[in-house]
T-cell receptor
Framework: EAQVTQNPRYLITVTGKKLTVTCSQN?????MSWYRQDPGLGLRQIYY???????DKGDVPEGYKVSRKEKRNFPLILESPSPNQTSLYFC??????????FGPGTRLTVL | SQQGEEDPQALSIQEGENATMNCSYK?????LQWYRQNSGRGLVHLIL?????REKHSGRLRVTLDTSKKSSSLLITASRAADTASYFC?????????FGGGTRVLVKP
């Protein structure tokens, strides 16, 4: 089954404790991206990647890191999480200029 | 600021009625996409319309695109309770996809 998976689905952590949210897709898509969704603000793009070893900043990249060492994986790293990074995070993948396939989301709470 | 802005922000209709929502954007685009999101879940792609297309249909969905006005509309005909969701437009420009704030649609049985 074609899908985008994210782990964990739910995470509660404390300020400053490094964390990684994994994202994996099995559709051989070149394009992957991370979004955060906050009430009243819609989805905002954090980072995106056009292919392996090619990443670029989205609209809200501060406080986040990404890597794209393999085509199927695109982890999101929070080196020192802060409470304002409490949000619902989505990973997505697609072929260039095509519909995006979204993961189920990761609900992160930073205390 | 967001590239796409949906209007209205919320819409409440009776089952069987049509629902129309609009999306305006600011810069040139490659395509415009519409997505649906049920509460707290991942987004599901509905329709993609390219910049050289003016109208597209998929089942009960009809999307129009007017590049001269930089606007698009999504029409859901004969709505059902299961159509209750948030609907987002997203504009693709270069390598980026930018989402609007969404329209919350409530279909009352």
């Amino acid at each position: 089954e074609a899908q985008v998976t994210q782990n964990p689905r739910y995470l509660i952590t404390v300020t400053g404790k490094k964390l990684t949210v994994t994202c994996s897709q099995n559709m051989n898509h070149e394009y992957m991206s991370w979004y955060r969704q906050d009430p009243g603000l819609g989805l905002r793009q954090i980072y995106y990647s056009m292919n392996v070893e090619v990443t670029d900043k989205g609209d809200v990249p501060e406080g986040y890191k990404v890597s794209r060492k393999e085509k199927r994986n695109f982890p999101l790293i929070l080196e020192s999480p802060s409470p304002n990074q409490t949000s619902l995070y989505f990973c997505a993948s697609s072929s260039p200029y095509s519909e995006q396939f979204f993961g189920p989301g990761t609900r992160l709470t930073v205390l | 600021s967001q590239q796409g802005e949906e209007d209205p922000q919320a819409l409440s209709i009776q089952e069987g009625e049509n629902a129309t929502m609009n999306c305006s954007y600011k810069t040139s685009i490659n395509n415009l996409q519409w997505y649906r999101q049920n509460s707290g879940r991942g987004l599901v792609h509905l329709i993609l319309i390219r910049s050289n297309e003016r109208e597209k249909h998929s089942g009960r969905l009809r999307v129009t695109l007017d590049t001269s006005k930089k606007s698009s509309s999504l029409l859901i005909t004969a709505s059902r309770a299961a159509d209750t969701a948030s609907y987002f437009c997203a504009t693709a420009a270069g390598n980026k996809l930018t989402f609007g704030g969404g329209t919350r649609v409530l279909v009352k049985p």
